[in-house]
């Protein structure tokens, strides 16, 4: 005995479809109602029982029911207005021995739709909007085409790698413009459109600096955020990733390094999915690479993946000609923003060029901007004189330092007194040279032999830094 469409209304799957809010009913093959859901009720203002065994078409004229039981077939999405209510329509049949039975009718409220894809894209503009903060953050400024200087054949390298999407580390020593060269090659390249991340891997602490860079699932320790956080790895996602003093990262965090590499995907920290990575690397550093790897302080398989491109910056004192244009850059870049601008800006007097040119800058590019920015303010007149400089940079017969030696007037006094004098000296001397901001300092107390900490108070002994200002 066939079975009727009415026979499969069970008060429990009515019970389920009452739950939805798209408007839902169905038909036997006389096109008469035998169920509607509240949606469906409440949107043609009619009782449940004046419903039911109404002919549909009395209510929608046009119904697609007709087609559906001429060709047996479902139909999808169709566009129908009835009363000023503008609809999308499915419409499944029931077949019974190869008879239409009933058919069940789904109707969608174009208004509805309309306003889910204005969420939509109201949240698409948001996406967009976190996107372009997010590429303003980490924005490359610099480009091949402001780069000063003369010496480029370091830089041809830089330019052939910007073409291409290969892995490349940048040696030099510190001050050279690694960074420069590095947001350079970013904005010479296909992903320029994307974001910049520099990570320095020696200024993020050990233990924090997996989650930095590969981020962590919700819960995924103690104090974690509880929705968990994105990784800088994932926010560089198209972009490109500078990872500065990158011999100075853990061994054990290398190895996950070279896994990215190598996988193109990274895994949050308690996290079991796997997140896919469209990023560049460059790396940089101003040590011994090979060295570092002979002795296995640097894992030779993750070099050879950095090392696709080696871009070595000469240090200054081997780039002499370099001089002229970028002490010009420097005095310029120092007017531009100097609260005693000047109409015609300072030039360099012979007697200064010579001591510029004969001094060994061991800070290199940002040891030579500092001079000159000191040069700039306390010059009087139209040109930058020789006294202008900074006292490390001309020679012993000047009675100034030249190296760390000391001449001190005066040394008669007490020994200790005679030592304070001459650290504090040497300390004012290297900051200087290499900078004071957390880099800097952190060369210096290199340069010295000493830790970080030690150096911090040893520039507090001799008042040599403010505390509110680290």
């Not at 096109?31 to 469906?40: C, D, H, K, T």
């Not at 109201?122 to 490359?140: C, L, V």
Request: with cysteine; glycine share 6%.
């Amino acid at each position: 005995m066939q079975k009727k469409m009415a026979d499969y209304l069970t008060p429990e799957l009515t019970r389920w479809l009452d739950m939805f809010a798209e408007g839902i009913v169905v038909i036997d093959q006389d096109i008469r109602v035998l169920f509607a859901n509240v949606s469906y009720i409440n949107r043609w203002k009619y009782t449940k029982e004046e419903l039911l065994g109404m002919y549909l078409p009395s209510i929608r004229p046009w119904t697609v029911a007709f087609k559906v039981l001429e060709t047996k077939k479902a139909m999808y999405g169709v566009m129908h207005a009835v009363k000023g209510f503008e609809s999308y329509i499915d419409a499944v049949p029931f077949i019974e021995d190869g008879v239409v039975i009933g058919i069940l009718i789904v109707t969608r409220n174009n208004t509805l739709i309309d306003e889910f894809y204005e969420k939509i894209n109201m949240y698409k503009n948001q996406i967009d909007q976190m996107s372009q903060r997010m590429r303003d953050m980490f924005r490359a400024e610099y480009s091949f085409d402001g780069i000063t200087g003369n010496s480029y054949e370091y830089i041809q390298l830089a330019k052939k790698a910007a073409e291409v999407d290969s892995s490349v580390l940048i040696t030099g020593e510190s001050g050279t413009g690694k960074e420069v060269v590095a947001q350079s090659i970013h904005n010479a390249s296909t992903r320029n459109k994307f974001a910049f991340v520099d990570i320095n891997c020696a200024s993020v602490p050990e233990h924090l600096l997996e989650s930095e860079l590969f981020g962590y699932a919700p819960g995924a320790f103690s104090g974690a955020n509880k929705t968990g956080k994105m990784g800088l790895f994932e926010a560089a996602n198209g972009g490109t990733v500078f990872l500065d003093e990158i011999t100075e990262m853990p061994m054990a965090l290398q190895s996950k390094l070279l896994r990215a590499l190598q996988e193109r995907k990274i895994r949050r920290l308690g996290d079991n999915k796997n997140i896919p990575l469209n990023i560049r690397f460059i790396a940089a550093t101003n040590q011994d690479v090979c060295k570092l790897v002979s002795s296995e302080k640097f894992r030779k398989d993750l070099y050879y993946r950095l090392a696709v491109f080696v871009v070595n910056i000469p240090p200054l004192r081997e780039r002499k000609s370099d001089l002229a244009p970028l002490i010009k850059q420097f005095i310029g870049d120092y007017y531009k923003t100097a609260r005693n601008p000047k109409p015609v800006l300072p030039e360099v007097g012979s007697a200064a060029m010579r001591a510029i040119e004969e001094y060994s800058w061991p800070g290199n590019i940002r040891q030579l901007k500092n001079a000159i920015e000191y040069a700039c303010v306390v010059q009087k007149g139209n040109f930058i004189e020789r006294s202008d400089l900074p006292a490390y940079v001309l020679p012993q017969s000047d009675g100034m330092i030249i190296g760390d030696d000391v001449s001190f007037e005066g040394d008669q006094g007490e020994l200790s007194a005679i030592l304070d004098a001459t650290e504090r000296r040497v300390l004012k001397k290297r900051i200087s040279i290499y900078g004071s901001d957390l880099a800097g300092r952190r060369e210096t107390a290199k340069s010295m032999g000493i830790s970080v900490p030690t150096l911090y108070n040893k520039l507090r002994k001799h008042g040599l830094i403010n505390d509110n200002h680290k």
